[in-house]
């Protein structure tokens, strides 16, 4: 099968200790470039999809996006400890801070009381998909696009964007008898590693369509040591 090139949120994040479908694909033999990180926002999801499509080529395309309202902040010396500070966000990823929606700096409090911009952010979104998909359909790469929470769309241009918007990974996960065995150490959301198999099933079942899936019945993902 040709490579596949995804990014998402930590939902998808193959390098934690937690595994995810990314891992599943992998361990079937799947030839996998991950660019998903942990708590990052739509901007940089979509960001690094296209700049790779600019500079390497890929049979597959697989876009998992996160919730609205997400932040991802440079890292400088001026803001470094905010960072640091964060109870839950305190870590780095290439270079930004992906501060999620936490508000426990007044500087994010501030941000969200006078300068977030709900419908610019949507926009912007939908507007890096439409492109995206123009990348993928100039270069004849297969792309599939994946929400991982409820997005709540408003602007009418996502209907030019090709995609199941019924289906929410998140809350497909909580909907499904596998959410019994979560672990909420941490206020962990990453899903539990049985259900991470039944989403490749479905993304190979809606998307990739590959026969080497068929080694999943053989599959053993072992216990993270801790949760992430």
């Given amino acids: 099968m040709s490579k596949i090139l995804i990014s998402g949120c930590g939902l998808s994040w193959s390098h934690q200790e937690r595994p995810t479908w ?3 694909l992998r361990i079937c033999g799947a030839d996998i470039t991950d660019l998903a990180g942990p708590a990052i926002s739509n901007t940089l999801i979509l960001n690094q999809l296209i700049s790779e499509l600019h500079v390497n080529d890929y049979g ?22 905010v960072m640091q500070k964060d109870s ?16 426990e700096h007044e500087s994010k409090r501030l941000f969200y009381k006078y300068l977030y911009s709900p419908q610019i952010e949507q926009q912007d979104t939908i507007l890096k998909l439409l492109h995206l998909q123009k990348v993928c359909e100039a270069t004849g790469t297969e792309l599939y696009v994946m929400q991982g929470y409820r997005m ?21 996960y909580k909907a499904h008898k596998l959410y019994a065995h979560h672990d909420f150490t941490n206020n962990n959301t990453v899903p539990n ?12 079942d809606n998307f990739l ?3 080497g899936m068929q080694s999943l019945s053989l599959i053993h993902i072992s216990e993270p040591t801790r949760p992430y």
């Avoid at 597959?60 to 919730?67: E, N, R």
């Avoid at 290439?94 to 936490?102: A, D, I, K, Q, V």
């Fill in 88 to 103: 839950v966000r305190n870590f780095d990823y290439n270079g930004y801070w992906p501060s999620g929606t936490s508000t």
């Fill in 209 to 211: 369509r590959w026969d």
């Fill in 22 to 24: 990314v891992n599943v």
């Fill in 193 to 204: 590693k049985l259900y991470q198999i039944e989403i490749a099933r479905h993304i190979n």
């Fill in 152 to 172: 709540n769309w408003t602007n009418n241009l996502i209907d030019k964007v090709n995609m199941d918007k019924d289906f929410v990974l998140y809350e497909h």
């Fill in 60 to 81: 597959y395309v697989i876009c998992q996006l996160t919730a609205h309202g997400k932040l991802d902040v440079e890292i400088n010396e001026s803001n470094h400890y």
